[in-house]
């Protein structure tokens, strides 16, 4: 092994939902690392200004998962910024049923969750696939999350999404694999970002509590996972799941 292959210098990253949170601990590590990164969303405002902090090598695109046209665009666009693919991270989703009980949550938001969750990854990785192709190392990454492991209650339409997201990372692989593209998940457990503030005390010391780790998890104890499955060294492993957790759940 290169010492090159476990580098990430020069290596062509789109990030979805890198606006905030988990997505823009992603993006900042990758830029550190010396990956050229664009970040997409639907936080505009946002977006830019973190492209803006991160330097020149960082660019903010806009993509909205519920659109079908955007995702098209957007991963064009990234493609162009970029002068083609070599990564995706799928970060971008919603949680909405947090705190509902089966009964409580709308056809509406099921489908909204599902759409976004489920429908927007499979859209935008078979949108990038092509430029993924043509980079000869081409790597996803997509988010997953261990509530789809231990069956989380009260979170029914975000964990059956991500169940999906895991089950797709399969298929996708072995579908990919003919272009020698990895594709794989990590499944972060319950991290301290602005998408998790709705979380009752309550989940937060179970969570506590049930890891071998026991300590806050941040977003920056998911980002070494991320970027070693976006690098030449990963080549190998492709199809599988990642718990990053601090042990709450084990494979």
């Given at each position: 092994?290169?010492h ?21 601990s ?6 550190q ?18 492209a ?9 695109v ?20 970029l ?21 409580q949550?709308?056809?509406?938001t ?7 969750n ?21 790597r996803?990454?997509?988010l997953?999350?261990d ?29 990919m ?6 594709v794989?998940?990590?499944a ?13 005390q ?10 071998a ?7 920056e104890?998911?980002?070494?996972a991320a970027?070693?499955?976006l ?8 199809g599988?799941l ?6 709450f759940?084990?494979?």
């Amino acid at each position: 092994m290169s010492h090159n292959e476990i580098l990430l210098t020069g290596r062509r990253v789109l990030v979805t939902g890198a606006a905030r949170g988990l997505g823009a601990s992603f993006a900042q590590a990758l830029v550190q690392a010396g990956a050229r990164v664009v970040i997409s969303d639907v936080l505009h405002e946002q977006g830019r200004q973190l492209a803006h902090d991160l330097g020149p090598s960082a660019h903010y695109v806009p993509l909205d998962l519920l659109d079908a046209a955007s995702v098209r665009d957007g991963v064009t666009a990234a493609a162009q910024w970029l002068g083609g693919l070599d990564g995706l991270i799928n970060n971008a989703a919603i949680t909405h049923s947090g705190g509902k009980y089966m009964a409580q949550i709308s056809p509406e938001t099921w489908d909204l969750v599902m759409d976004v969750n489920v429908r927007g990854t499979w859209l935008v990785t078979t949108a990038a696939r092509p430029h993924l192709a043509a980079s000869g190392s081409g790597r996803v990454v997509n988010l997953a999350s261990d509530t789809a492991m231990w069956g989380a209650p009260r979170l029914l339409a975000y964990v059956a999404s991500k169940g999906a997201v895991i089950a797709m990372t399969r298929s996708l692989a072995r579908e990919m694999g003919e272009d020698g593209i990895t594709v794989n998940a990590i499944a972060p457990g319950l991290t301290l970002v602005e998408a998790t503030t709705y979380v009752p005390q309550e989940r937060h010391d179970y969570y506590l509590k049930g890891r071998a780790i026991q300590r806050p998890q941040v977003p920056e104890d998911v980002n070494a996972a991320a970027l070693f499955l976006l690098t030449q060294a990963s080549g190998f492993i492709t199809g599988q799941l990642l718990p990053v957790n601090g042990g709450f759940t084990m494979n």
